[in-house]
């Protein structure tokens, strides 16, 4: 139907260079990352705030769940959030092992309903280039 990147595909045309931008700064840095410094300090900084939790009695602290929030965009990290929230609810709410073992279905049923969503948003652009392209 069309090239890619095109008109017809925006996304290719906006992010193909900006993450080939993300990667070859991060590429052209690789000297530059390992920082004992910088390493220790969010060390000493990640026990410090797991500690303050555990002193403080708050009901649940991820240090990976920290130090991925803290590394993300804001939109992602506050899907993380919002995720882990709902869980420890549905935890308490139906209780531990009824969660755990329920989790991976409710995880398998967001995916295949995201997929459907995904295959019919396609389905319904392919249609609609294909009718307003003319190709006669």
Do not use: H
Not at 30 to 48: H, R, Y
């Amino acid at each position: 139907m069309a090239p890619i990147p095109s008109a017809f595909y925006p996304w290719a045309a906006i992010q193909w260079p900006v993450s080939s931008l993300n990667t070859s700064l991060f590429i052209s840095r690789a000297l530059q990352i390992f920082k004992p410094d910088v390493i220790l300090g969010t060390a000493a900084l990640v026990w410090l705030v797991a500690q303050g939790a555990d002193f403080l009695k708050i009901g649940f602290f991820s240090p990976i769940g920290f130090l991925s929030g803290i590394t993300t965009l804001p939109p992602f990290s506050l899907t993380y959030l919002i995720g882990a929230l709902v869980g420890k609810y549905l935890e308490r709410r139906i209780g531990k092992e009824k969660w755990d073992t329920g989790k991976a279905v409710v995880i398998a049923g967001v995916m295949c309903g995201e997929a459907l969503a995904i295959a019919t948003a396609i389905a319904i652009t392919i249609i609609g280039k294909v009718v307003t392209s003319q190709p006669f």
